[in-house]
């Protein structure tokens, strides 16, 4: 299975926003398509950053569950 990666790497930028936009990401909800959230990180500093901000703004949108990986299977998370 496949997920869309819903990123705070931007927030670490100039751009200082999440990636994708509220537009593209309100598609993907439309669509059905999984969701899963990453920080980008190049640092263990960046591990995890703003992640509470992220399940914010997917919640905002409509998302009630996240997903990750193991061993190649798409894992759902529900959201609380």
């Known amino acids: 299975g496949i997920a869309m990666e819903v990123s705070?790497?931007?927030?670490?930028?100039?751009?200082?926003?999440?990636?994708?936009?509220k537009v593209f990401l309100d598609e993907a909800f439309q669509r059905n398509i999984p969701i899963l959230i990453?920080?980008?990180?190049?640092?263990?500093?960046?591990?995890?950053?703003?992640?509470?901000?992220?399940?914010?703004?997917?919640?905002?949108?409509?998302?009630?569950k996240l997903h990750k990986f193991h061993l190649r299977k798409r894992i759902p998370i529900p959201l609380g």
């Open 38 to 64: 990453s920080s980008d990180a190049h640092a263990p500093v960046e591990v995890g950053y703003e992640f509470d901000r992220a399940l914010k703004f997917v919640k905002e949108v409509g998302y009630r």
């Open 8 to 21: 705070t790497a931007g927030l670490r930028k100039e751009v200082m926003e999440i990636y994708p936009s």
